[in-house]
């Protein structure tokens, strides 16, 4: 998570300087959208881990304890990219011994297809843009802020999974029935 340069207005002859320190390495982050198939009155629900360096395959089964108690132990089928601690024996071999987890796969070299990119993308575009945080601590903080707008705005979830094509039952979620 380095700093997302943006284009910005200054002064004539006053270009803007990205000033940081990045006293830290890397912060990684791991997030699910989720959309519940038979009920979508219930809205998308958006869960997130901020965690300092990189997950490994140990890392992701504790952020998937964590999104267990999230769901409340609800049926969840996970769509996954081909990340390879989501895919590695460890996780397959802890996989099989969930009852209430299934996971798919997108295909390989499909960011267009995952809602997740999506968000991503929304985020670096307002609040990480020209953040240059001192701290890991300041962009976790504006991360969060935009977590909460996306969690905020029940529209915006959904609009990530219909501008990848993909759909689920009921095919017209009530926020983005034609009628409205």
């Known amino acids: 998570m380095l700093p997302q340069v943006r284009r910005t207005y200054a002064p004539r002859g006053r270009t803007p300087l990205l000033r940081h320190r990045l006293n830290w390495k890397r912060a990684s982050m791991a997030g699910a959208l989720g959309y519940h198939s038979t009920d979508p009155e219930r809205g998308a629900r958006l869960c997130f881990h901020l965690k300092p360096g990189s997950y490994d ?24 990219d081909g990340l390879s601690a989501h895919w590695s024996r460890a996780m397959r071999a802890w996989v099989t011994e969930q009852d209430w987890l299934t996971l798919e796969r997108l295909p390989a070299y499909a960011p267009e297809l995952n809602p997740e990119e999506l968000m991503w993308s929304s985020l670096k575009k307002r609040e990480l843009a020209n953040l240059a945080g001192d701290h890991l601590a300041d962009v976790a903080d504006a991360t969060e802020q935009g977590i909460h707008r996306i969690n905020h705005n029940p529209q915006l979830p959904w609009s990530f999974l219909a501008h990848t094509g993909l759909t689920i039952r009921p095919t017209h979620p009530p926020n983005l029935r034609k009628d409205q």
């Open 57 to 80: 395959t140990i890392a992701l089964i504790e952020v998937l304890e964590q999104m267990k108690a999230f769901y409340r132990g609800e049926q969840v089928v996970l769509v996954w």
